[in-house]
């Protein structure tokens, strides 16, 4: 079993623009204090990260609500450029995919998000900070929040290739809030 890792490191991560960038404060320092303590302070969308509901659906479920089983599972990952359509990801619906990863500088359309939508897709991760294109507001958002799929955003999939994996992207258990930062992990089987 291979393990690969495509989570952002949190301090050096890019940020979506407005959002606070991560910051962390040795506040216990060895051998003084006799241990070291970090103190950290974050915005929930940082670096590699999951968005729940409740972050553009009005009474949406928040990240301590989700089903752990979305986070863990069969995953494919396609590479895509541009705006990726319904068309481009079609045959993957069909076949009834769970968790989908778009490595690439790619944009979901709203027909593909509307086709998601209707598919068996729990989870769809995109490289990108955010689903939505920038400046296009939060269209793809609500339409895949609102039938409960889940972005996972700010992935690291260059090193990866196109394929079947197994994804591991748990969120922290973060009562009441609208996303959690990730480590997302894929596990490929090695056969001799």
């Known amino acids: 079993m291979k393990m690969i890792d495509i989570t952002q490191e949190l301090f ?11 910051q962390k404060t040795l506040v216990r320092q060895m051998p003084k204090d006799g ?33 752990l ?18 068309y481009d990801i079609q045959s993957l619906l069909d076949e009834q995919v769970e968790r989908l990863l778009l490595k690439g500088d ?7 998000a ?12 995109i490289e990108s900070q955010s689903i939505d294109s920038a400046g296009a507001g939060a269209k ?20 990866v290739k196109p394929g079947e994996y197994i994804l591991s992207a748990f969120p922290l258990h973060l009562a009441g809030c609208e996303g959690s930062p990730v480590r997302a992990i894929l596990i490929e089987e090695e056969y001799n």
Do not use: W
Not at 106 to 112: F, G, K, M, Y
Not at 114 to 125: D, K, P, Q, T
Not at 140 to 159: A, D, F, N, V, Y
């Open 114 to 125: 509307e086709a998601i939508a209707r598919s068996y897709v729990c989870l769809i991760g």
């Open 140 to 159: 793809i958002h609500r339409i895949l929040l609102g039938e409960g799929i889940i972005p996972l955003e700010g992935l690291r999939l260059s090193h």
């Open 12 to 22: 050096s991560c890019k940020v979506y623009p407005g959002d606070p960038s991560p």
């Open 69 to 86: 089983e979305i986070f863990y599972g069969d995953c494919v990952v396609l590479e895509c450029q541009g705006v990726v359509e319904a």
């Open 106 to 112: 790619c944009q979901l359309s709203e027909e593909a």
């Open 35 to 67: 241990c070291n303590l970090t103190n950290m302070s974050l915005c929930v969308h940082n670096g590699t990260h999951i968005d729940a509901p409740s972050h553009f659906i009005e009474g949406g479920k928040t990240i301590d609500q989700l089903p």
